[in-house]
């Protein structure tokens, strides 16, 4: 079975740090591109970062220079390192698995999600 689950979420305040992780098992994980992304309550959900099995590195403007992206393919998982939160980080996170050939998109799988709330 696939199972991609999250961990690290939790309540700080703006200005603060989080460090999320996502444990990967039952995919070939170094075939994989991961990613993180994000849901707000009425919000549509939204790309927060990916990494490739090479390590190249995808941000949109909204976290870039705060966020960083990781991976360990011996250790089967991913992080997200959250620097100088908002309060509009405020989110489920989830981590993502994406695999594709020759433009073919093959697998997609989600974990559970975990809640990032930063407020004072």
């Known amino acids: 079975q696939v199972q991609l689950v999250e961990s690290g979420g939790g309540l700080v305040q703006p200005g603060g740090s989080l460090r999320l992780s996502c444990a990967a098992s039952?995919?070939?994980?170094?075939?994989?591109?991961m990613g993180w992304y994000r849901q707000a309550p009425g919000n549509q959900r939204e790309l927060v970062a990916t990494?490739?099995?090479?390590?190249?590195?995808n941000y949109p403007d909204s976290v870039k220079g705060r966020f960083t992206i990781s991976r360990d393919n011996a250790k089967n998982t991913v992080y997200l390192q959250m620097n100088s939160l908002k309060p509009e980080d405020t989110a489920v996170y989830s981590c993502?698995?994406?695999?594709?050939?020759?433009?073919?998109?093959?697998?997609?799988?989600w974990g559970q999600g975990t809640q990032v709330t930063v407020s004072s």
């Open positions: 993502n698995a994406h695999l594709t050939y020759m433009g073919v998109n093959w697998r997609d799988y």
């Open positions: 039952g995919i070939t994980f170094s075939n994989y591109i």
């Open positions: 990494i490739t099995s090479g390590a190249n590195t």
